[in-house]
């Protein structure tokens, strides 16, 4: 029984991989996407078709409880409104204000606030095994976004764009810490299947102000191929292992594959578009892996010693008492 629980529990660490693997691929298909309609638009459309995609599912596997939803559905508006409507955007208003380097150098921070918010609010462990292996990713990341130039980094000036993604990065560090308090209760499928469907309904009030679904009918093939990819993989899959993740080894840990996302977009870029590889993109990849073996393999450094102290802690109060 031990065994069959820790190779669920060794899965998971493989199956994030294929999170930022997935959210890689949403960078270009998104972008050729908004050229034809309006971004909130084209992430209604997203959204608003995996919601029905996650719905029979849930109703399937009998895990929509509205008693369930009733006791959490303030951690779980929270987290649609921070992770699916808030979140989206922010992210794609501030592409219209500034470039993609500036964008990635401030989400590439995600593992850093998400690992400290984890420590200060929700208890999580912290060691020095993780924190080096957050170091290493996040440097392997500057080096790819910045391209191994210091004058890159220098050059860089603070607009309204950036402040968006700002706005952005906190609400994808909120939402996760939410949802590792929430899915105390509720199961990662049900979490998911409600905060897409929330998150796509407020997306769909804003998208009415754009007056972009006329050009919806007349979209291209190959952005209708690329929105049921954003809503399969990117969406369905892709959150769903996201709050696999952090239901089973933490916000912290999770957060860490976050760094892979501007590594598969660049890989990707590469095969499907035609860019090149440079060394410092190289270079970085390796240096983003070993950072997120590093952190993951210390939940199994530590594993052994905390039960032996569980002993000592039932009297002490819960990290995760806190309701939402």
């Not at 939410?178 to 509720?186: A, D, F, L, P, S």
Request: net charge positive; proline share 3%.
């Amino acid at each position: 029984m031990n065994t069959k629980k820790e190779s669920q529990g060794n899965a998971i660490y493989f199956l994030l991989l294929l999170v930022p693997l997935f959210w890689g691929g949403a960078f270009g298909a998104a972008k050729h996407v908004i050229t034809e309609i309006p971004p909130i638009t084209a992430a209604t459309l997203r959204f608003g078709f995996a919601g029905l995609l996650l719905l029979p599912l849930v109703l399937i596997r009998s895990e929509w409880r509205f008693e369930v939803i009733k006791k959490r559905w303030i951690g779980l508006i929270l987290m649609a409104i921070t992770g699916i409507f808030a979140y989206n955007a922010f992210f794609f208003i501030a592409l219209e204000y500034t470039s993609a380097i500036n964008g990635s150098l401030v989400m590439a921070t995600t593992p850093v606030f998400m690992t400290l918010g984890a420590v200060l609010f929700l208890k999580e462990q912290w060691s020095k095994r993780i924190g080096f292996g957050l170091l290493l990713s996040l440097s392997g990341v500057f080096l790819v976004i910045m391209k191994g130039s210091l004058q890159t980094l220098l050059s860089l000036s603070v607009n309204m764009g950036d402040l968006l993604f700002l706005a952005a990065l906190f609400c994808w560090v909120v939402h996760g810490l939410i949802g590792k308090v929430v899915m105390n209760g509720v199961s990662p499928l049900l979490t998911t299947t409600f905060t897409t469907i929330a998150g796509s309904a407020m997306l769909g009030i804003w998208s009415l102000f754009e007056n972009g679904w006329s050009s919806v009918p007349s979209m291209s093939n190959q952005s209708w191929a690329e929105i049921i990819y954003m809503s399969i993989f990117a969406t369905v899959v892709a959150f769903l292992l996201w709050n696999r993740g952090i239901y089973q080894v933490g916000a912290s840990k999770s957060s860490m594959y976050m760094n892979l996302v501007p590594i598969n977009a660049a890989w990707i870029a590469v095969l499907f578009y035609g860019s090149v590889m440079e060394w410092q993109q190289i270079a970085g990849m390796i240096m983003v892996l070993t950072g997120v073996y590093f952190s993951a393999s210390s939940n199994k450094q530590t594993a052994r010693p905390k039960q032996h102290k569980k002993i000592y802690q039932l009297k002490q109060p819960q990290p995760h008492k806190l309701k939402l």
